[in-house]
């Protein structure tokens, strides 16, 4: 079994790469619910649904989150009553979050919602929410004031500088049923390219998990969000520096060096090879730009020649 | 001021004539909450809506609920789910929900969002939930067992025999702010054609306003959503019948005694004018049935002139 850690896009595309390469059911996804949120009484799991939706094929690939074809007849008569409406909910988006509203209000733990969604997809692979405890991403904005996640990524485009992050409620927090047992058990674990700051960070935050990686981290191999000194996608790369880190791979692999003993970087970056090494991580030099679901596919096989 | 005790259609359709003839700011509508109920994840206001929606002018006149020319972009896409569908909630109807329920979730009474929805709606008129506190209408059925009202009456279509209904939490509940200052205060108030035992009773189950009714009974005018013995709409006349009562405006008229002095009943049932008055009741015979705005305006018109 092959295990990743995951955010949203680029947990997503990584994990599109990985059912190509070995058999779906053999993947195991544990995805970050730290930007979870509550929008007009539902319950939102932006990471969750980003993955589900891109393994069943239904993703908005220009966008990067809801489903493609999409129809928004809901938040535009919502308009009517609010002009809170920056958090785009489609009609279809809308579904899975009134079904996983509903579950967990009758008491059904996130991580059986999840799975009930997933296989109303026909998704093979198994999803994890890295905990079925609420562990919220908040953001200490450098203006001053607290804001939670999705308002710093969505309402404010992430175009703000940051002073510091906190994951809410992950000191109280339990792995989800299946997530250790996973994690342990994978032949290889994968730190997706995702955000290390505020999309890898808090899965490692959720206690015992961070731990169990740390003490296999000879088999624990993250992939580089950061790319020649930027972000494929979304604030890594100005969060990092304003968190107290390089913008680079350099950077990555000094966040992540406890729990991944390989970083893979891109081409662009393998000048930086030493400079990984240096912090303690081994560098592998890939493509790592997931452009085409070919290109994810590469990838994931890279990943596991690296691994065996 | 003139106030209407009102359930859904019946209440809806007596206050849309009414606001034909008397300014809409000067009408008050105490709506029934028994029947609200919590789908996925959301806060249903069944009887609320169904007013609203009249007053603004988008109800659906074929079905009596919801709102007219609704697209289902969101039910189509929740039965990937589930096969709990059984309540259709609308993609415009949806926003209604969303926003109620963002409200209620953020510590806003159900009265003050419901003035902010109707506002939205441009309704002059005062709507008002019977109480901020949770009623619930529960049934029992006659062949054992206990259900929320809605499942009686949507899934279940209403279909089968009741042996007793119960307001669950009334004892505790307190009426919305403005409830009971708008029932004192009104020149006339009204009981509209609604269902007498699960929409009028559960109003009148809020500790305050039967008793408030009752003092004042003289200038409280019903209107029998009975008439020639049948429910013009819903099961009104089979559960008189199933509690016990008659399913005749004599029945009506049996069960309002304590709060209405008058009842107006239909032209068809001129002959049991007698009954009512045995009853205890003022009989008023007029067209009741509401089939255009324009009768609804008459029987408005009708109602002021028995009142002055």
Chains 1, 2 share one sequence.
Do not use: C
Not at 2 to 28: F, N, S, T
Not at 68 to 91: C, I, N, P
Not at 284 to 305: G, I, N, P, Q
Request: overall charge negative; glycine content about 10%; cysteine-free.
């Amino acid at each position: 079994m092959i295990a990743v850690l995951a955010g949203g896009v680029g947990g997503a595309r990584l994990l599109a790469g990985l059912v190509q390469v070995v058999p779906p059911a053999e993947v195991l996804a544990v995805v970050n619910t730290g930007d979870d949120t509550e929008l007009h009484g539902l319950h939102v799991s932006p990471d969750l649904d980003t993955v589900t939706y891109t393994l069943a094929g239904v993703s908005n690939p220009a966008t990067g989150w809801g489903i493609a074809g999409e129809s928004w007849s809901v938040m535009a008569a919502l308009e009517r009553f609010t002009d809170q409406t920056w958090f785009r909910l489609g009609d279809r988006d809308l579904a899975t979050h009134l079904y996983r509203s509903g579950r967990l209000a009758a008491g059904a733990p996130l991580s059986q919602v999840t799975a009930e969604i997933t296989a109303a997809f026909g998704i093979e692979s198994r999803l994890l929410p890295m905990s079925d405890d609420p562990v919220r991403t908040r953001v200490e904005l450098a203006a001053g004031g607290e804001v939670e996640f999705q308002e710093y990524f969505v309402k404010l485009a992430h175009a703000v500088a940051v002073r510091s992050v906190r994951f809410a409620g992950a000191e109280a927090s339990r792995p989800a049923p299946g997530v250790l047992a996973g994690l342990a058990e994978a032949e290889l674990v994968v730190i997706a390219p995702s955000n290390p700051v505020v999309s890898v960070a808090p899965i490692l935050a959720v206690p015992g998990i961070g731990q169990l990686l740390a003490a296999r981290r000879d088999s624990v191999v993250a992939v580089s969000p950061i790319v020649a000194g930027a972000a494929l996608k979304g604030p890594a790369d100005r969060l990092l520096r304003e968190l107290g880190h390089e913008s680079s791979v350099v950077g990555v692999a000094e966040v992540l060096a406890g729990v991944a003993g390989t970083l893979v970087i891109d081409e662009a970056d393998a000048g930086l090879a030493d400079g990984v090494e240096r912090a303690g991580v081994h560098a592998v030099v890939a493509d790592t730009v997931m452009r085409s679901d070919e290109l994810a596919a590469a990838l994931a096989r890279r990943l596991l020649a690296v691994a065996r």
